[in-house]
């Protein structure tokens, strides 16, 4: 069973995740190093009954509190990561990771008194067949806690919410969690923890708990393997604590939240295929919390970190989740195939105005993607430019496709050959898999939109010379590769000729 939206729920829920850009979270907790070794299995070995793993090749991630940062970064938002990590070359790989995927790594204190956590994963293609941990659980020194308080009371104020993951490690200690807990309701900014332990007095104040059902159950010694356990549970901490609700996670039986004043939430899971839940919780946490400083409901963030969770369990190892990701998984829960006019809503969430564009842009340069950039009035889709957008994505990694807008066809003269108004081609196009984003334009010409993209590519149909390309100069100042794609001309007039024989009404 799977959550099922509306046009206008989709029109909301884009319109939070597109302000995720906006949030700025303060995350602390636990920070691990993340080991993936990846190879091949075919015998066992002749020293004692386990696999023997042929290494292939490994991969180093962020992980515990560094996957949830990172995760908020990937949906846009602002992240400062505070936590302690060792003085051992693990370390470095930490900050250098952090750095790429953050920013920065300025809330990075060294502890000499404990090595950095390392977890390493053995992995059979997609198979997990062991792991091992480095790690000494004692709690942080004196001298690290008084530096990671000052970063906080620093920080505090320049973020709009806190992420505390704890996974008792020794760095989120009851003094920690407490300071910075009451920090941050003192400056009136909501909280969310990722709890683990059996001391619940180290949460309490917190605006949402986050735990699942085993960590439920170890901060209230009560059963909850049935939904009429974790309701009492949950109740128990509501009852007893100034903890202000309660999110359970139930892997594949969804979620539920509860609020002080009873009311509760349920919502079923949303994963497919589960090939490793590795940070999938992070990933949960990251939304939720950026979810909720957006100003989302409750409901609305449960249903966002709900989806975003069933996206990073079908990958494999620590995964993180992307803006565009996320609104197009969003889109994929609709109701009805369209918005009741006949237009697509997955085309329709693809739709960007300019600035969101040019932030969307800017993500991606960021994540390490090639941009390609392609225009037109494109009226009446026919397979020449399927083919076009097919070659173009050849070429990069994210395709943006510029459309001329009604405005700009009445400056060119073209309206009154138009079929199709700016709304029905945008969304159309927005429909196709190769293209990423759609954007319109009012000018004459995207010159002027090509030269605040500067994408690394722009495609044209080999119909074109490139003299006769209004805006090369543009194209030119970019630095952008001109690449002239394969069409067959004959597609294009047969569509007009046939719509100039049956008489078709054109735009208005």
């Given amino acids: 069973m799977s959550t099922i939206f509306k046009h206008t729920d989709l029109q909301k829920y884009k319109a939070i995740i597109d302000s995720f850009s906006n949030q700025r979270i303060l995350c602390v907790g636990d920070v691990v190093l993340d080991r993936f070794i990846y190879g091949t299995v075919s015998r066992m070995s002749s020293e004692a009954p386990v696999p023997v793993l042929v290494e292939d090749h490994r991969k180093v991630m962020l992980g515990c509190a560094g996957n949830a940062a990172a995760n908020i970064a990937s949906l846009g938002g602002s992240v400062f990561l505070v936590s302690t990590i060792g003085q051992d070359s693990e370390a ?132 909850t393997k049935k939904d009429a356990e974790i309701k009492q549970a949950a109740n128990k901490i509501l009852n007893t604590t100034a903890i202000k609700n309660v999110l359970v996670t139930k892997s594949e039986d969804g979620m539920s939240f509860f609020e002080k004043d009873g009311n509760a939430i349920h919502i079923p899971t949303q994963a497919k295929d589960v090939y490793d839940v590795s940070g999938a919780g992070d990933t949960v946490a990251a939304t939720l919390i950026l979810s909720v400083s957006a100003k989302a409901t409750y409901e609305q963030a449960i249903h966002l970190g709900n989806i975003a969770g069933g996206i990073v369990v079908g990958r494999v190892g620590t995964a993180r989740i992307f803006q565009e990701e996320l609104i197009d998984a969003v889109a994929s829960h609709s109701s009805q195939g369209s918005n009741g006019k006949g237009l697509s809503l997955s085309g329709l969430m693809k739709l960007n105005k300019k600035n969101e564009c040019l932030e969307k842009v800017s993500l991606w340069r960021t994540q390490g993607y090639t941009v390609g950039f392609a225009n037109g009035y494109f009226d009446l889709l026919h397979p020449g430019h399927l083919s076009l957008f097919e070659q173009a994505k050849e070429q990069c990694d994210k395709l943006i496709v510029a459309v001329n807008s009604d405005k700009s066809a009445k400056e060119s003269g073209r309206i009154d050959t138009l079929v199709q108004n700016e709304v029905a081609r945008t969304a159309l196009l927005g429909t196709l898999e190769t293209v990423d984003l759609v954007v319109s334009f009012d000018e004459k010409t995207p010159a002027d939109l090509l030269k605040e993209i500067k994408p690394d590519f722009v495609i044209k149909g080999n119909n074109y010379k490139a003299d006769d390309i209004e805006e090369l100069d543009a194209i030119e100042d970019c630095g952008s590769t001109l690449f002239f794609a394969e069409i067959d001309e004959e597609y294009g007039k047969k569509v007009y000729d046939a719509v100039n024989r049956n008489n078709v009404k054109k735009a208005g």
């Avoid at 001298?143 to 760095?171: M, T, W």
């Avoid at 309490?204 to 010694?221: H, M, Q, Y």
């Fill in 92 to 223: 470095q790989d930490i900050k250098a990771i952090a750095r790429q995927a953050l920013g920065h790594d300025l809330g990075l204190v060294t502890d000499p008194s404990k090595p950095t956590t390392v977890k390493t994963r053995l992995l059979a293609k997609t198979t997990q067949i062991g792991r091992f941990d480095q790690e000494i659980k004692t709690e942080i020194s004196e001298d690290a806690l008084d530096k990671v308080k000052s970063i906080i009371k620093e920080q505090i104020k320049n973020n709009d919410a806190v992420l505390l993951c704890d996974y008792g490690n020794g760095f989120l200690t009851e003094d920690l969690a407490q300071y910075v807990i009451k920090l941050a309701n003192d400056h009136g900014i909501p909280t969310l923890v990722d709890p683990r332990g059996k001391n619940l007095n180290k949460y309490d104040g917190v605006t949402i708990l986050k735990p699942n059902r085993n960590e439920l159950s170890d901060l209230t010694d009560l059963p």
